[in-house]
């Protein structure tokens, strides 16, 4: 299943992605404003995980998150 952490790189939301990380069947993505940020953490997960920057007004932003 794939699951997106709004903010997941943050104080709260970091702790949420380490909880995630450790369930194989999630498909965790670390989502922020900044895409190094994201990617950096994202890094640091035990189960693996994908950075992305969010940007909501973005042209295809719904079908990426496909």
């Given amino acids: 299943m794939k699951t997106l952490v709004l903010g997941g790189y943050g104080n709260f939301g970091a702790r ?8 194989p069947a999630i498909d965790l993505w670390v989502g922020g404003r ?3 940020r994201a990617e950096a953490f994202a890094a640091t997960i035990a ?3 994908r950075g992305v ?7 295809g932003f719904a ?3 496909r």
């Fill in 16 to 23: 949420i992605c380490r909880a995630l990380g450790s369930f």
């Fill in 47 to 49: 189960g693996g995980a």
């Fill in 63 to 65: 079908g990426d998150l």
């Fill in 34 to 36: 900044d895409a190094r």
């Fill in 53 to 59: 920057a969010i940007d909501l007004a973005a042209p």
